[in-house]
């Protein structure tokens, strides 16, 4: 299974994004489907989870601003940004959590300018 994620780019305080994360299996395979971040010098954060069932879940610092979607006919996983912060600078990673072991794409870079 592979996840390619992309989307990231640069933009200014207050702008969006669009991330996508197209995975080469489909994703009616897997129960939850998660974005993570991980900034320069910082520990790897968890961002947002989409379930199969629907329910989305947020980290408290992204809850109002990102909205985590998935298109299962297009294998696709979205996370729309939106008010971006400087504080959203980082290396953005889709992720199968629910595989054994964890499956990871190889991350989109997401800078947010002040």
């Known amino acids: 299974v592979q996840l390619q994620a992309s989307g990231g780019g640069l933009v200014r305080t207050c702008e969006s994004l669009r991330l996508s994360c197209l995975s080469s299996t489909r994703l009616t395979n897997w129960q939850n489907v998660a974005w993570q971040r991980q900034a320069l010098g910082k520990q790897r954060e968890w961002v947002a989870t989409?379930?199969?069932?629907?329910?989305?879940l947020y980290a408290d610092s992204v809850k109002g601003r990102f909205t985590i979607s998935r298109d299962n006919a297009e294998n696709t996983v979205y996370l729309q940004m939106d008010n971006l912060k400087p504080e959203d600078t980082a290396l953005y990673y889709c992720?199968?959590?629910?595989?054994?072991?964890?499956?990871w794409g190889q991350g989109t870079q997401v800078t947010v300018s002040s």
């Open positions: 992720m199968i959590p629910g595989a054994n072991p964890p499956i």
């Open positions: 989409s379930s199969a069932s629907g329910r989305t």
